[in-house]
């Protein structure tokens, strides 16, 4: 899940917070254009309250892929309808930032 809004702390940039829906003890991470594809750059944190692993990232604007990566496996956000092909015949998400 992606949502999306302005900065307070920068006017170029728009706050973007990525969910991902799983059981808590899983590794999860989000990988994309925004962080060279490392998902060793975007670990997702675990919330019981949401029962959701997610991020906050900071993005100027522009369209971006990204992949969650969940105990070492790339997965597409399900909750995100865009969506785009990419060089090894799988699916990135696409996001739109501002």
Request: net charge negative; proline share 6%.
């Amino acid at each position: 899940m992606v949502k999306l809004s302005l900065s307070e702390d920068n006017r170029n940039l728009h706050t973007v917070e990525l969910s991902y829906q799983a059981a808590p003890g899983k590794s999860v991470a989000v990988a994309g254009s925004f962080n060279d594809w490392d998902p060793e750059l975007l670990p997702m944190a675990y919330s019981p309250e949401t029962s959701a692993y997610g991020c906050t990232i900071h993005l100027a604007p522009g369209t971006y892929e990204y992949k969650f990566v969940v105990d070492g496996e790339w997965v597409l956000d399900e909750s995100n309808p865009n969506f785009a092909a990419n060089d090894f015949g799988t699916l990135n998400s696409v996001i739109n930032v501002g």
